[in-house]
């Protein structure tokens, strides 16, 4: 396909729109003599005079006439795609938007984004979708709009932002003769039964790896789908186990006891990801601030 120059595209407006090179010349600007030459390369891209004298005057031929609302058209579509986006009345939006984050994510923080959402954009709904997994491609392929956890080590050319800082703390059923132990030492945590959540249903995750370090084993019990389920498994059994310390709401802090763990595990960022391509969608950039103000404001 042929390169087209838009810029003949909207001197050819000018032309038809005027039907005189002087005039034409002053509304983009240019002196008449360079108007002449552009109508010359028009004339010879269309294979039509376009313009032809009559008196003392010029008038556009049949073709030109037959053309002129479409070539008018496609300027004014040239324009409004290189313009800046209009400004943006967020409450005349309705969109909706798919956010992917694990279970524990939605029970405690959905409603608060919902309810921030809907008090600045009534007509934006939010869709939560399952976060099985750390896979990238749901983004890419514009599946989901925003992807909320840890960001995978493979994630390329996505953006991200953190929106909190967080890190594992243990938990255990109040009375739990772990916490009766005085200062906890590696060996009495990993002497104890542990429950997991683990999505992949793995027996070993990040507090076994760091425990392997030290030359410790932990005896896991039992596999669970989500950290909400370790805290409900272990207030009312004699296992323990470890969750982000953000999923401790009030209503946790009364159901279950927690304790430091007694060796280092690395802190880990919460973080929204996106695909480059949404960088400059308005709604989707409202959306991500209003994400981020929400977590910032509860510190």
Known sequence: ??????????????????QSVSAAARRMNLSTSA????????????????LVPAGRGMVATPHA??????????R???????SPAATLDIREISRDFTIRANEAFVLLYAATLSAAVAGAAPGIRLRFAPRSDKDVHPLREAAVDLDIGVLPADA??????TLFEDRYVGVARHGHPILDAGKLTVGAYAACGHVVFSPQADFAGPVDR???????????????PSFPAVIAVASTSDLIGSIPKSYLRPAAVDQIATFDLPF???GFDIVQAWHPRMDADPVHRWLRALIFETFRSMG
């Open 156 to 161: 390329g050319e996505l953006r991200c932002q």
């Open 35 to 50: 108007m002449s030459r552009t109508l010359s390369r028009l004339r010879t891209a269309l294979r039509d005079p376009i």
């Open 1 to 18: 396909m042929t390169e087209v120059d838009l810029n003949l595209l909207v001197a050819l407006d000018a032309l038809l729109q005027e």
């Open 65 to 74: 006439l037959a053309i002129a609302a479409d070539v008018h058209a496609l």
């Open 210 to 224: 760091a425990l392997a370090e030290l030359g410790a084993h932990r005896e896991v019990k039992l596999i669970v």
């Open 264 to 266: 280092v595990m690395p």
């Open 76 to 82: 004014e579509a040239v324009v409004r795609v290189l």
